[in-house]
Every structure is written in C-alpha cells, then in structure tokens.
C-alpha cells in the first residue's frame, strides 16, 4: 500500500479514480496500471516525484489547479504519457530538462498561463511532441534554435501572445511544422527567409497583427502554403 496523502490534490485524485477508501491507502499495483489521470483542486507546485509510480500512464490533466511553479523532476517515471494538459495555470516557465523524461509525449497543451518566452532549454525532451498549444501566453520570444529537436511538431498555436517578429532561426528544426497560428500577436515585421526552414508548412494564420502584407519569396513560403490575414505579394 501506499500513502498519497503528502502529495495534495494529485495524491487525492490518484486515489479517487483507483476508488480507495481514503490516500492513505492505495494498493501500489492498480497504480502502475493506471492510464487516465485529471487533477481536480489546488495544487500550486508540481514537486519532484509526484506522479512516482504511475508507469502506464498516457493521459495527464493539469487544467485550472493555479499550478505556478514545476520542479524539474515532477514527471520523472512517465516514459508513457502521450497527452499533457497544463491548461489555464499561472505557469511562467518551465523547468530545464524537465519534459525530458516524457519521450512518449504527442500533445502538449500549455494555453492561458503566463510563460513568457520559449528556449531550446525549456523544450528539452519535447521532441516527439506532435501537437502544442501555447495561446493566451505573454510570449515575446522564440529564442533561435527553441524548436531545434521538435522535427516531429505539425501544429504550433501561438495565437494571443506578445509576438512582434518572427525570425528566422526560432522556426529552425521544425521540419514537420504544418500549421503555424500566431492570430492576434504583435507581429509587424517577418524576417526575410524566415519560413525557409519549414518545408512543410500548409497554413499560416496571422489575423489581428499589424502586419499589412507579405512577401512568399522574400519569407521563404511555399507556393502551396495558404496564407490567412494578410496580403500575399509574390
């Protein structure tokens, strides 16, 4: 048996969804096996280890629990998680290192919380993330090189940010990048040759920007890519 009560409401809702009687008490086998978890209540600070024994687990939701901060090792032993919902929590950045131990991860949802730039340190381990949603963040910045090991990322939704330009060397790596959404930033300025490195865009939406036009050639789209908000000039 295992005692959950001293990790809070993680500890409470790992006990709730297995149906043991109390926290105090939950058989250590029915744990590993578990594969959904949602966390309901406050639990401000992800430390180390809090979800330690959940092995099998491929479902994790965060949503609106006032989370601000996550020690580095707090998802350590979820080598199965292919889902992680972060939504609506006061996250202003993350951990270096600390997505590393999720190597199965394909969503990550990060919207409405408070991170103010992405770094190639805080997206270590993120690489087979597929799908991620940073929208109604205060991000200013995608440092060069933050998405340099997410080749397998196809959708990236950044829209409602702080974002003025968009460079070149911040999209680098991502090589599988489909949908790129930065509706309602601040961009009015695109760096020439900065779609270059994403072959494979199709849709580019940039809606609410005060960006007025767009050249394909000078930013590196392709002539297939469609092109939302703005004017397209050759």
């Not at 990060?110 to 340190?121: D, H, V």
């Not at 994403?198 to 297939?224: A, V, Y």
């Amino acid at each position: 048996m295992v005692n959950l009560c001293d990790r809070g409401a993680v500890g409470v809702a790992i006990a709730r969804t297995l149906g043991a009687s109390s926290c105090q008490s939950v058989p250590r086998e029915p744990m590993a096996q578990l594969r959904f978890l949602k966390v309901e209540g406050y639990q401000p600070v992800l430390e180390d280890g809090v979800f330690a024994g959940l092995t099998s687990l491929v479902s994790l939701i965060l949503d609106s629990n006032g989370i601000h901060t996550i020690s580095k090792g707090a998802f350590a032993g979820l080598g199965q998680l292919q889902e992680l919902s972060l939504q609506n929590n006061k996250i202003e950045t993350l951990p270096i290192g600390g997505l590393k131990p999720l190597i199965s991860l394909r969503r990550l949802q990060l919207q409405n919380n408070q991170l103010g730039k992405l770094s190639f340190e805080a997206l270590q381990g993120a690489s087979s993330v597929v799908v991620m949603n940073l929208e109604n963040n205060r991000i200013a910045e995608i440092e060069n090189g933050a998405l340099g090991q997410m080749s397998l990322l196809q959708v990236l939704n950044m829209r409602n940010n702080k974002l003025r330009t968009l460079d070149r060397l911040g999209f680098a790596g991502a090589d599988s990048l489909s949908h790129l959404i930065v509706d309602a930033n601040q961009v009015s300025m695109i760096q020439d040759g900065a779609f270059v490195a994403l072959p494979s865009l199709k849709i580019l939406d940039i809606h609410e920007n005060p960006l007025q036009e767009i050249s394909r050639s000078r930013t590196g789209l392709g002539l297939d890519t469609f092109v939302g908000g703005v004017k397209v000039n050759p």
